[in-house]
């Protein structure tokens, strides 16, 4: 018999009892649905961290040289972070020595960051807003685009010019219905001029990062925060991902060299990167794949029980039509092949039931919750192919059994 043509009988069959193929299938149905729905939200919630959070903090291809790392998503101790705390700032003389051993092809940038509060004649108070004394090429490492006015330069770096560019949410608090560049925002106790508007940008678990603003390094700004004796850090960016590993070894050299460390000593400082800043978010993330894979499984192990029990069923009541076809000349692999099509068709239907429903979940999910959610397609084929073949299992004994019926006691069966 045809594969094609045991389908067609199996769907038949399928259509003839609409309710008790419903209810075989559930079990499969559920399990399916909960296994898309699980490793929709993990992979939802990976994209967000590794794409929205990491590359907007850290930005791509790029590592921050600091004393210890600035995102965590593992336990910290007690003595682990008394020993971070005693460890050498990044410094000034810091960052000039690893701008001095980069390529010309690589992107460097100081930094200061901190919590200010701001105002200006047309607004006052207000939430504090997060303020950045930075280098120009900060605005391209971070990808930050100005979409009204433009980002401050060199020439006002090296003048230590008070000039600011601000994020869209500062502008409409403290200038509403107004063109802020060229006004003036009071950033702590110093005016600073703008004279560009970031892109929106959004948020980020819960932090608005349309609430920041930037300034030159050499600006009032670093002083106020004391950039100039204790960096936040030093961003370098490569050109691309191969060049990252390269770039870290170059300035890794330069740190300890600073630092004095002698080759047995382990390194004082960190190059904290999307990968190093992520890595326990991604063991984190393989259990919570794992969990999702492993707990439906126990539905599909019900699931195909009551399939088996379905399908025993199924024999016995077509007994005399599994004579009868043996009778006129059907095959023992014929009989087997075809109750083994049906219960994984039955399966396979019911996994892509479970399919639709785990997406619909997942949006759902994504809908009324802050959890994100992105379809895996590894996770759809997965699924349909555990369907079918929890059908297979499943339907091997009946098939088995009904494959050795003897077609003359078969007839005479009632």
């Known amino acids: 018999m045809q594969l094609f043509e045991s389908i067609r009988l199996a769907l038949m069959q399928i259509r003839v009892q609409k309710l008790k193929s419903f209810f075989t299938a559930l079990g499969v149905m559920i399990s ?12 939802g919630m990976s994209v967000y961290v590794e794409q929205d959070f990491a590359a907007k903090f850290l930005g791509v291809n790029t590592f921050n040289v600091r004393p210890f790392p600035d995102i965590n998503t593992g336990d910290v101790t007690e003595a682990e972070w008394k020993t971070w705390q005693q460890r050498p700032k990044t410094t000034v003389d810091d960052a000039m020595a690893i701008r001095a051993a980069l390529p010309d092809d690589a992107g460097w940038a100081m930094q200061d960051i901190n919590w200010m509060d701001v105002s200006s004649r047309y607004s006052s108070g207000g939430a504090q807003v997060l303020a950045a004394a930075a280098t120009p090429q900060y ?10 006015g433009r980002a401050f330069d060199d020439a006002e770096e090296a003048l230590g010019a008070n ?12 200038f509403p219905n107004l063109d802020p560049v060229g006004r003036t925002l009071d950033v702590g106790r110093f005016p600073f ?28 700004l670093a002083h106020m925060m004391g950039g100039r004796q204790n960096l936040y850090g030093v961003l370098v960016q490569a ?17 300890r060299r600073r630092h004095q460390l002698h080759p047995a000593q382990a390194d004082d400082f960190v190059m904290e990167s999307s990968e190093s800043a992520l890595s326990q978010w991604l063991t984190i993330k393989k259990y919570l794949v794992l969990a999702g894979i492993v707990l439906p499984a126990i539905g ?23 004579g009868i076809r043996k009778s006129l000349g059907a095959r023992r692999r014929d009989i087997l092949s075809q109750f083994l099509v049906e219960s994984s068709t039955l399966s396979a239907l019911g996994a892509v039931l479970g399919v639709g429903l785990g997406i619909g979940l997942a949006k759902l999910v994504a809908l009324v919750s802050p959890l994100p959610a992105a379809v895996a397609p590894w996770s759809i084929v997965l699924a349909v192919g555990i369907g079918a073949g929890v059908g297979i299992i499943a339907g091997a004994y009946p ?15 009632e």
């Not at 399916?32 to 992979?43: E, G, K, R």
């Not at 605005?139 to 009204?148: A, G, P, S, T």
């Not at 600011?164 to 409409?172: F, L, N, R, S």
């Open 239 to 255: 050109p691309s991902s191969a060049q990252l590993q390269p770039l870290q070894e170059i300035v890794r050299e330069v740190m």
């Open 139 to 148: 605005f391209r490492i971070k990808d930050l685009q100005v979409v009204q």
């Open 300 to 322: 599909l192990v019900v699931g195909a029980i009551v399939i088996m029990n379905i399908m025993l069923v199924a024999v016995a009541e077509r007994t005399r039509e599994i």
């Open 32 to 43: 399916v649905t909960f296994l898309i729905a699980v490793v929709s939200i993990v992979q």
């Open 163 to 174: 000039v600011v560019v601000i994020g869209d949410a500062i502008a409409e608090q403290y």
């Open 193 to 220: 001029r703008v004279i560009g508007v970031l892109d929106h940008q959004g948020t980020v678990f819960g932090l608005n990062l349309d609430r920041q603003l930037v300034a030159p390094f050499s600006s009032a």
């Open 399 to 413: 098939a088995s059994r009904a494959s050795r019926l003897d077609p003359i006691i078969a007839i005479r069966a």
